[in-house]
């Protein structure tokens, strides 16, 4: 084998060698090429070890001849790097097939092993050599790399450096499928759909996966992908016609591209049977709902408990037939139909009764044209059993879904008389009835609409009609469009219907309406138009109020407001001094009770301020206007400075005079004594009840 090289070389050598250069910006290689672990592949390099073909170990040698070629390379214009693989070529596996390692006479019979691209260079510049000028091809053999072009067309009298960049990577992937019996296994598809989605889930692609040559349930899907993308891979059985189908563990399989090299397999999935629940209805029975939900939480199907997995109806014999399901929890089924009571028997199997039904219609007695408004129909039967609806405009309904037994059927409507009152109906199993009633108008009613003055519609403002003479009293409350209907009204009678404030649910914020109320006599038909023009109390609370007492220049100027709260007294709400025209108005106090008084800021020596103390109350109306708030200036007889000793005699004379006098008024002198102020304090301390503040306010 040296010796046709060393021939090779020669010739080479003698000719001269075309050179280029390509320079690829990511890895490049041939298939071997990821052998290579660590050094140069021409100057010591380190490979991974690899399997051995033949029970053989080889021995690194190197053969004399290999010096001659050394030497006739030293002398060639052109340098070229030998690579002496020729005595690994039958110890690899992992080198290509070929005929010429073997001797002239084997060549037909066997192929060996031949390793010429084993540990080629990768990443970077390299050089390739070849025999002759002129336009050459250079393919691409890497099969796990997709560049721009795997076949390039270059011209070697002209070298220019070719760039080359890897624009996807190969996935692959397996499906492994279960099969218990031989009869499976002949009914395999030819392949599944296997879905590709995105981050979020949504499909991006879809591919095929073949099942293999040997016909041993395993099939095979693979697919291009960028650097950095994610995929979700979703296998699926897409046979329409299959009895049964498979179902894929796990669900879900993710891959990255993390690398610009080979990417390792997709970890395989595993596909068998779904699980398919069957089960019938007895007296077979078409059409009843059969739902499959969940017993426990899965894992794989990510159903959570109780969540309906699969839905189906029986068939005209009353079988059914559930599925695909995974198999990795027990599962729950239901069974219904309208008109049905159905009872489970078993985990699968149910019996069915038919239920009775009472159709209902309701006409009208004075014009059969005029329809009967949707009315109450209250059916009650035996163990208990209510229902109270609703029914449709022209007083059609029907009752369903009833056992057998004795009921009693009542209609009720105001304004409305019914024959009969009260309707007994006796059901048998899978009966259907009748009710027809007739019905009587005997009242009526008054409708219109609140709104403010604005034309917006008041929701809840309460509505009353009363008619004194007769005792009638009747109330509604508006919608959200504003209408109301006071229904009710007797014929003949006399009614006055105006805008009620009431405590409790509904607008209780209303100052006054317009109009005030309206006086009408109820005929023998309904009344429209009675309209109402709401006015709503503001939110913000109001109190104004004046002051009268003597006007003292040097002790007005230093009074002060103060508004404290009824329920605590030591909170004090505001104070403010009193504006010099007695008159003033606060805004913004708390909804509630508030005592309102007046007081000095400083000491007023021999004189005290006394003031009257005014209770207000904002919980029924935001503004009040209070008054007056009367006040006197009186001299402070126990800040006086006095002699004892001087007046200490006749004060003692005159206290015995008047002891013996006014014995009668000596209590009334005690209370007076007692309700003077301590010295030191500027307002007045003596215990009064706070005078009530008649608010004026408009009323209804």
């Known amino acids: 084998m040296y010796q046709p090289l060393s021939r090779k070389l020669c010739r080479l050598g003698h000719h001269g060698l075309t050179k280029m250069s390509i320079q690829n910006e990511l890895e490049f290689s041939l ?51 030998l690579l ?20 002239p006479e084997n060549r037909r019979s066997q192929a060996v092993q031949d390793c010429s691209h084993w540990c080629l260079p990768g990443k970077g510049l390299q ?23 795997n076949l390039i067309k270059i011209d070697v009298s002209n070298p220019q450096p070719i760039h080359l960049r890897a624009e996807k990577y190969l996935i692959k992937g397996l499906i492994n499928v279960e099969s218990s019996s031989t009869e499976i296994e002949s ?91 069957q089960g019938s209805v007895s007296p077979p029975l078409p059409g009843v709902n059969i739902k499959v939900s969940a017993a426990k939480d899965s894992l794989i199907s990510s159903l959570k408990k109780g969540e309906v997995a699969v839905e189906t109806s029986t068939s005209p014999d009353g079988s059914f037939v559930a599925g695909p399901l995974y198999d990795d929890i027990p599962y729950d089924t239901d069974a219904s139909k309208p008109g049905y009571h159905i009872k489970r028997l078993g985990p699968y199997s149910f019996s069915c009764q038919k239920l009775g039904q009472i159709s209902v219609r309701v006409s009208s007695k004075d014009n059969a044209e005029t329809s009967v408004p949707p009315l109450l129909l209250s059916l009650s039967g035996d163990h208990g059993y209510r229902n109270n609806s609703i029914s449709g405009a022209g007083g059609l309904f029907v009752f369903d879904s009833l056992f057998p037994g ?77 209408n109301y209907r006071l229904r009710g009204l007797h014929p003949g009678a006399t009614y006055v219907i105006k805008v009620s404030k009431r405590n409790g649910p509904g607008k209780n914020n209303i100052e006054r309406a317009s109009p005030e109320s309206v006086s009408l006599q109820i005929g023998y038909e309904d009344i429209h138009g009675l309209d109402f023009l709401v006015f709503e ?81 904002f919980e029924t ?29 006749l004060v003692t004379g005159i206290a015995a005079i008047a002891l013996f006098i006014s014995i ?5 002198i005690y209370q007076s004594t007692v309700g003077f102020s301590a010295p030191g304090f500027t307002a007045s301390s003596t215990k009064r009840e706070p005078r009530k503040a008649v608010a004026r306010k408009k009323t209804f």
């Open 664 to 668: 009668p008024r000596l209590k009334d």
């Open 127 to 149: 050089k390739i050599c070849v025999e002759s000028p002129g336009a050459h091809e250079l393919q691409l053999s890497d099969s796990c790399i997709s560049f721009a072009s």
């Open 31 to 81: 298939e071997a090429q990821h052998l290579l672990i660590s050094g140069e592949w021409n100057s010591g390099g380190h490979c991974r070890e690899a399997k051995k073909l033949l029970n053989q170990t080889f021995k690194p040698s190197y053969s004399s001849k290999n010096i001659i070629v050394e030497e006739v390379l030293k002398q060639m214009k052109t340098p070229v790097t």
């Open 187 to 277: 009914k395999l598809p030819e392949s599944f759909i296997v879905d590709m989605q995105d981050e979020e889930g949504r499909v991006i692609n879809s591919i095929s996966a073949k099942l293999a040559t040997d016909g041993s349930g395993v099939y095979e899907y693979y697919t291009w992908a960028k650097l950095g993308e994610k995929i979700s891979f979703v296998p699926r059985d897409s046979r329409g016609n299959a009895e049964k189908k498979m179902l894929f563990y796990p669900k879900e399989l993710r891959a990255v591209v993390s690398n610009d090299g080979c990417q390792a397999a997709v970890s395989a999935f595993t596909g068998r049977l779904g699980l398919y629940i």
């Open 621 to 649: 109306n935001a503004q009040i206007h209070v008054g007056p708030l009367r006040y006197s200036i009186e001299a402070d007889q126990q800040s006086q400075e006095v002699t004892p000793a001087a007046i200490l005699p």
């Open 537 to 617: 109390q503001p939110e913000t609370t109001i109190l104004t109020c004046h002051v009268e007492g003597k006007q003292y220049e040097e002790i007005n100027t230093n009074l002060l407001v103060e508004i404290k709260s009824a329920s605590d007294v030591s909170k004090i709400e505001n104070v403010f001094p009193l504006p010099l025209s007695n008159f003033f108005q606060v805004k913004g106090l708390s909804r509630g009770k508030h005592l309102v008084q007046l007081k000095s800021n400083r000491p007023l020596g021999s004189h005290k301020v006394v003031s009257e103390i005014i209770e207000v109350d």
């Open 84 to 103: 002496n693989v020729s005595g690994l070529s039958q110890y690899r596996i992992d080198a290509h097939p070929s005929i010429f390692g073997a001797k």
């Open 406 to 482: 004795n009921f009693y059927l009542r209609p009720l409507l105001k304004e409305y008389s019914f024959k009969p009152s009260t309707l007994a109906i006796e059901l048998g199993s899978g009966e259907s009835s009748e009710a027809v009633f007739e019905a009587t108008r005997v009242a009526y009613s008054a409708m219109g609409r609140v709104a403010l003055l604005t034309g917006q519609p008041q929701e809840g403002v309460a509505i009353e009609a009363r008619s004194d003479s007769k005792g009638y009293y009747e109330e509604t409350t508006s919608d959200i469009d504003g």
